[in-house]
T-cell receptor, first 116, second 110 residues
Framework: EPEVTQTPSHQVTQMGQEVILRCVPISNHLYFYWYRQILGQKVEFLVSFYNNEISEKSEIFDDQFSVERPDGSNFTLKIRSTKLEDSAMYFC??????????????FGEGSRLTVL | KQEVTQIPAALSVPEGENLVLNCSFT??????LQWFRQDPGKGLTSLLL?????REQTSGRLNASLDKSSGRSTLYIAASQPGDSATYLCASDSWGKLQFGAGTQVVVTP
């Protein structure tokens, strides 16, 4: 069964360092997302991406964050200068359809980011 | 702003009992309601998607209902098994942006 894959599964970094989280969405999906979950808190929307541009972003997704689809399969989330509060599980997701009714979202296993 | 609430926060039942998990949302202008399962430290596994035009959706032992007018969805898990132990999340979908509840942590004891 097709699935969303994410790498790395866990990354430890020093505050101020740049981090890139990678995702391979399901191959025929058109819409891509990043969500995050801080330990003990709700899963939060960060950004949605369609046709090589950001469709929507949350207040969390400030200038320190960027997303890119560098080739036909990968979708990346970059955090330029990590802060302690960026420590979280980051989930990539994809869907087959576009807005407004994107249907079912499929999530990856997540990348746990620990900022020291 | 959409608020999604799940009650109860935790639930422990003996094996074989039916589970009833509740989800409420404040804004009824949603396209879909999606239920997920999350095992500790793991990703989100999609269980069921109910479109706004539907009243319920079934998959095996799982049945989810949706009442948009009252802002409620319920997930029923029949004949629970220890393997059903996990956290169950509901999420409302507006324009492809999911708003999640905090989840119900379920423990099914043998």
């Amino acid at each position: 069964e097709p699935e969303v894959t994410q790498t790395p599964s866990h990354q430890v970094t020093q505050m101020g360092q740049e981090v890139i989280l990678r995702c391979v969405p399901i191959s025929n999906h058109l819409y891509f997302y990043w969500y995050r979950q801080i330990l003990g808190q709700k899963v939060e929307f960060l950004v949605s991406f369609y046709n090589n541009e950001i469709s929507e972003k949350s207040e969390i997704f400030d200038d320190q964050f960027s997303v890119e689809r560098p080739d036909g399969s990968n979708f990346t989330l970059k955090i330029r200068s990590t802060k302690l509060e960026d420590s979280a599980m980051y989930f990539c997701a994809s869907s087959e359809r576009r807005q407004p009714n994107t249907g079912e979202l499929f999530f990856g296993e997540g990348s746990r980011l620990t900022v020291l | 702003k959409q608020e999604v609430t799940q009650i109860p926060a935790a639930l422990s039942v003996p094996e074989g009992e039916n589970l009833v998990l509740n989800c409420s949302f404040t804004d009824s202008a949603i396209y879909n309601l999606q239920w997920f399962r999350q095992d500790p430290g793991k990703g989100l596994t999609s269980l069921l998607l109910i479109q706004s035009s539907q009243r319920e959706q079934t998959s095996g032992r799982l049945n989810a209902s949706l009442d948009k007018s009252s802002g409620r969805s319920t997930l029923y898990i029949a004949a629970s098994q220890p393997g059903d132990s996990a956290t169950y999340l509901c999420a409302s979908d507006s324009w492809g942006k999911l708003q999640f509840g905090a989840g119900t942590q379920v423990v099914v004891t043998p």
